[in-house]
Each structure stands twice: as structure tokens, then as C-alpha cells.
């Protein structure tokens, strides 16, 4: 008896799942970083897995959530200041980060020594989306704004060196007194959402070529940033920006922050509203074509939100098997009751497959052949579309796994739930996505000729698998339409999927994943789509489960 209680003891309480390492206990990525080309990062990659599973970084996460960004327009004197202030488990997490190049690293390499180095950096970021999303805007954002920066001249010089350092700098001060930064975006506005050509802010030429821009946006991610990517309207139409926050004197530009948003996940990170009066901006690409420079950053966050929903799929079946493992229920293991056991091995197929499917995507941006180049086309907005609604389903269901304890906010998996929505909804939405993927298919035949060679090589191994090459072959060949394209993009999602299992079954458990995949995703009388655990195909749960997480 403590404190004179005796009401009851404390039993059948899962431990909490803490000192493990993310990496080594996950046999599918390791697999996937040595088959994509990046086996050379197999230590680093041990090294980060062993410090995010720390409790230390996990205690950070929830401080960064339970403590979440303020504003504050104006200091003691009255000036206006716009400085956003985080705890400071956040920057802990953000220096983290940073040393690990996570922002940048792919870029910091010489063409000649780069085999590989945007797979290494995606299994890293899948890591690190186990733990902590919100810290990640930032860090995407700032990985594809080099993408578009290092096509300009005067930024490759003056911004971009700096950028590629693994210091993380929190100071808000002239960037050039800074020793790393970073890099935000800023695309939306109240009137257009997707639809950003009717965007309105105006942009202006001054005499010595720079513009002056004038609007607003209605979603400006990470305002604390050191400069924004934005769209403006200038005579020549729609176009993109450089926006510093600081003038080189050292003054704020011309951005206002009027409030943070309050939203449902990513509660860490701070969203805004701002409004531009005069501020000062550096054309990026041509007037005019906005849109497709802007899009060369949106491409490589996209791939990073479906890197963000399997690294949140991976960390919450994780959670449900250790769970499953320690609770005992009807005289029973969780682990070792059937009906628990369909829907974990249920479960495990669908974090593996997109687990499979980003490293493969990852694999398409080291290399810039034709046939890469046109999967990174089609597959990217793709795979985002279908991962990203996947992990809002799987996220409820393991965390119904754990019951009650689940629901609450001790436990990471309320925050997972709330955070997968903005992955789905952020760099484009579901059917946006699904219309980009048509888009794709109209104006080439390549995206057909590359996916049908990337996927013939599975034929042969299953019944399901070759139905649906047949099903999505014949789709490929008849007109599209724009009703059908959700349709369209999940065949050709979860057929890649497949593909992509069979191609890794170099074991007999990777043999089980493969087969339960095509078995409950592929074949027409399965019966799969409703909920997780309701396919009438069997599966080897003992195989899967135990590839899923063995460290039990």
C-alpha cells in the first residue's frame, strides 16, 4: 500500500517501448536501402536509428507538441518584430535534424560521389518522421528549395552554400550572420486553395531588376524561416519569388505575420497567415512560368510527405505489436489471438509495401534517365495520394489496437492520427494528386512504357499479381477520365506495391509479405478493402509478423 491506497496493483500494463534502435529492428528498410543503391549508408543509418529510439528524443516530441509555437508581433518598445518563439525541445529536435543533413545532404555531394544519396536520405527521414513530424516542414521545404535555388545564379552563391551546412542556427538575425538556414514556401491564398492561378498578390519590378510584392497568403509554412519560396502575379503572369525575411541592412522585409493557425496535427510546427506590403523579392526562373518552378521544390516534398505517412505507418505498427506482445486479454496474448493476429499481419503488409514503394521512389531521383525521370513523373503524385490515405487508416486502427491507453496523449499514436491528415492535404490533395497522374499519362506515352517494364519482371509469381497487370494494362490503353482517376491511380499504386514485394522475396518471410499483398490487395474476390483484418486470402501471420518485429 503507497499513501495509504491499497484499491489495486498495477498489472497487464505494457511497458513503455523505449532504448530500441528504429533501424536495426526493421529488416524491410534495411533490405530497401541496400537494393536501392545506398547501402554505403548502412552505419549512419544504424547511428540514427539507435538515438531516435531513445527516451530522451521521444520526450522531445511531446514537448514540442504539448508546447506549441506563439506569436509575438511587437517587443517591450513597441516595433514590430513577427518573431514566432518554440520551445525549446523543438530546436533540439531541429538540431538533431540538421546534423544528420536531412535538409540538404543530397545536395552537399559532388555528381561524381552521389550514387545513392537521395535513397540514404529518405530512409533517414523515414526514420525520423517516427518520432516527430512537425520539426519536418521545415527540413522538406528547405530540401526541395535547393532543388529550384541551384538553378540560379546569384542564390547558388550567395544563399545556397550556407543552406548545405548541417548547423542549425535559430537566431533571427541577417542571414548572412547565420550559420545554416533554412527555407519555407509560400503558394496559397484565401480565394484560389489549390487553384493558384487565381492567385492575387501582385508582384513589381523596381529599376534595379528586383520586385516589390503585394498580397497575401493564406497558409505560409514556417514563417520563422529565413526566406520563402512564393507565387506572385507579375505583367508576364504567374510567377515564383525568393523572399528573404531580412533585408540585407538587416531589417525585417515587408512580411506580416497576422496569426498562427491553429490546426489539427502538426501541432509543432508553426503555420501562418501573412500579409506582403512592398516586400522585397528576387525573380526565380522566368516571369511567367511560376508554376513549373515552384513544382521543382513541390516534386521533392511530395516524395517526402509519402516518406512522413510510411515512417508514421512504420512507428505505429510498431507500437501496436509491442503492445500486442505485453497485454493479455481472455486469458491470452493479444499476439496470440487470431482474429489480433489478421489485422497486425494486416497491418505490417501495408507499412511494408509503403515502405517499399517510397524507397523506390527515392531511387528515382538519384538518377536522371528518361525512364527515371518519367516514373518520378507519374509515381510521385501517385504514391502520395494512395500511402498518404493508407497511413489515415492505419494510424486508427493501431491505435484501436492499444484501446483506451492509444487514445490518449501519453502515448504517440493520438499524435500520429491527428498528423497524417496534412500529408494527404499539404503539396497537393487526394484528387489533385489523381489528376496530376492523368496529366501525366495524356501528354506521353513514356509513363506507360516505363511502368509496364518496371512491373513485367514480377510476372509469373503470382495469379493476383499477373490479373492485375492484365486489369491495369487495358486501363493504360482506354481514354481516361477524370471521374475514374482515384480509380486508376490505386490500381496502379498497389500493383507497383506488389511488384516491388516480389522483387524483394529473397527470404521466405519476404516471400509471405509478397504473397499476402498480392493475395489480399490484388486479387478481385479477396475481399480486402473495407477494414484491416476482414480479407478472406490467408495469410502467413507467424512469417509476417515476426519480419514486422522481432526484437519481441
Known sequence: MEHGYGTHAITNQTPPLEGYNLFSTDQALQEAVQREGAGWAHTELLSAGEALGTSVVHEHARLANRFTPVLHNYNSQGERIDWVEFHPSWHELMRAITARGYHSSPW?????????????????????????????????????????????????????PKLLTREYDERDVPFES????????????????????????????????SYRITGHKWFFSAPQCDAHLVLAQSPAGLSCFFMPRRLPDGTLNGIYIQRLKDKLGNRSNASSEVEFIDARAHLLGEEGRGVPTILEMGTFTRLDCVLGSAGMMRQAVVQALHHAHHRRAFGARLIDQPLMRAVLADLALESEAATALGMRLARAFDSDTPAELALRRVLTSAAKFWVCKRGCE????????????????????????REMPVNSIWEGSGNIMCLDVLRAFTKSARPRETLLQELSPARGHHAGFDAAFERLSAAMETPHHEAGARRFTQQLVTLMQGALLIGAARNAAATAVAEGFCSTRLCADSGWGAVFGASASRLDSDAILMRAWATD
Request: hydrophobic residues 40%; neutral net charge; contains cysteine.
Open 108 to 160: 552537399a555531394v559532388s555528381p561524381a560521389a552521389a550514387s545513392g544519396k537521395h535513397t540514404a536520405r529518405a530512409a533517414g527521414y523515414l526514420l525520423q518522421a517516427q518520432v516527430e513530424c512537425g520539426t519536418l516542414c521545415p527540413i522538406t521545404m528547405t530540401y526541395g528549395a535547393v532543388a529550384a535555388m541551384r538553378r540560379d545564379a546569384c542564390l547558388a552563391r550567395e544563399w545556397v
Open 178 to 209: 547565420k550559420r545554416g538556414g533554412l527555407v519555407g514556401m509560400g503558394m496559397t491564398e484565401k480565394q484560389g486553395g489549390s487553384d493558384v492561378r487565381a492567385n492575387s498578390t501582385r508582384a513589381t519590378r523596381d529599376a534595379d531588376g
Open 394 to 417: 492505419l494510424a486508427a486502427e493501431a491505435m484501436e489496437v492499444l484501446g483506451g491507453n492509444g487514445y490518449t496523449e501519453e502515448l504517440p499514436l493520438a499524435r500520429m492520427a
